[in-house]
């Protein structure tokens, strides 16, 4: 079952930016830990960045944290996460996923969308 419905990816340039958009179902978005998760194919998924909806918290993968390129945010009215991807790579190719949860570590997620693709071309 799909409980999140994940948009903005697409084609980029390198250097471009994408603003991904994750709106959860039901009354998952109150009270929970949202995150954004990345896979590229072939590998393992791995967590990006995550915010807690009610503090504002965030929280961000030692992967993305120096590099200031990864923003999540949130729209309370709109009960939208999103992550913003500023100066893309090519390495930032991946399917981006939006997950739902108590948070405490990456395995906590427990509810997923079907993920966005990102490419990034040179």
């Known amino acids: 079952q799909v409980h999140m419905v994940e948009s903005g990816g697409g084609s980029v340039q390198a250097g471009g930016s994408v603003r991904l958009s994750c709106v959860p179902s039901g009354n998952l978005y109150s009270g929970n830990w949202m995150a954004w998760f990345r896979q590229v194919a072939g590998e393992v998924r791995e967590g990006v960045a995550a915010i807690q909806t009610i503090e504002g918290t965030t929280y961000y993968a030692d992967s993305v944290k120096d590099k200031d390129r990864f923003t999540i945010s949130q729209d309370d009215a709109k009960k939208t996460v999103y992550l913003q991807i500023d100066r893309l790579k090519p390495e930032d190719t991946a399917t981006y996923y939006c997950?739902?949860?108590?948070?405490?570590?990456?395995?906590?997620?427990?509810?997923w969308g079907q993920g966005t693709q990102v490419t990034v071309s040179s």
């Open positions: 997950a739902a949860g108590k948070g405490g570590s990456w395995y906590d997620f427990g509810y």
